[in-house]
């Protein structure tokens, strides 16, 4: 079955920390990959997508992650965490030439200790 | 620019009553809309999406209908709610078209608690 996993349920970093949370999938051919992010008491958002080329690819408050198509992975990074980053993030793929159906991962919950 | 309303925000509701959440967006034309429910520990899963008026795709058999009568309003419905269908349900929509329509903005969601 196609799915989207989030490895990390929980993770809790001081202030400073770097991040690295991580993002596997199962589906062949051509993917777009996202993260989004949803604050406490906030709508869910797009933090950063990945649809072709660099697969390095940049997003809001310094955010980044990387697209490694041989290991179906799309790890979220961030060499600095704040304590405004503590948030639920959520890793989605949509699969090219389906239908439109965007799979999410579980979420990766992180608290930021100040 | 666009906006996404969602409503209720909250709604507590006895076993086999009936639901209505309304979710409409303003600021687009024509666009594709969709409604997920999250639930603790297991992610977002899609219910329905809606390319266009009166074309609504179902991706989980369940208690729960979509209705989109108009093009910008997107409804979710159950004639007699379960205790299963607690829960949180986001509406969302995108682009029509292009790269933007694999890019969602989602609503502020509707929790949804069955007694």
């Known amino acids: 079955a196609q799915s989207v996993s989030q490895h990390n349920h929980h993770v809790i970093l001081s202030e400073a920390a770097s991040l690295e949370l991580g993002c596997n999938y199962s589906?062949?051919?051509?993917?777009?990959l996202f993260w989004y992010v949803q604050y406490p008491g906030q709508h869910l958002q797009l933090l950063l997508k990945y649809f072709s080329g660099d697969p390095l690819v940049k997003g809001i408050k310094g955010f980044e992650a990387e697209f490694i198509k041989s290991k179906f992975s799309f790890n979220l990074r961030k060499p600095s965490v704040q304590w405004s980053d503590t948030a639920e993030y959520f890793c989605a793929v949509i699969k090219m030439g389906g239908a439109n159906n965007l799979f999410f991962g579980t979420g990766t919950r992180l608290t930021v200790i100040p | 620019s666009q906006t996404i309303h969602q409503w209720p925000a909250t709604l507590v509701q006895p076993v086999g009553s009936p639901l209505s959440l309304e979710c409409t967006v303003e600021?687009?034309?024509?666009?594709?809309l969709y409604w997920y429910r999250q639930a603790a520990g297991r992610g977002l899963q899609l219910l329905f999406y809606?390319?266009?008026?009166?074309?609504i795709s179902s991706e989980v058999p369940q208690n729960l209908s979509a209705s989109r009568p108009q093009d910008r309003q997107f409804i979710l419905s159950s004639k007699k709610l379960l205790l299963s269908d607690s829960g949180f349900y986001l509406c969302?929509?995108?682009?029509?078209?292009?790269?933007?329509?694999?890019?969602?903005?989602f609503g502020a969601g509707s929790r949804l608690t069955v007694l």
């Open positions: 600021g687009t034309s024509n666009p594709n």
């Open positions: 969302a929509w995108s682009l029509d078209r292009g790269s933007g329509a694999n890019v969602l903005t």
């Open positions: 589906y062949g051919g051509t993917v777009n």
């Open positions: 809606s390319v266009g008026i009166g074309q």
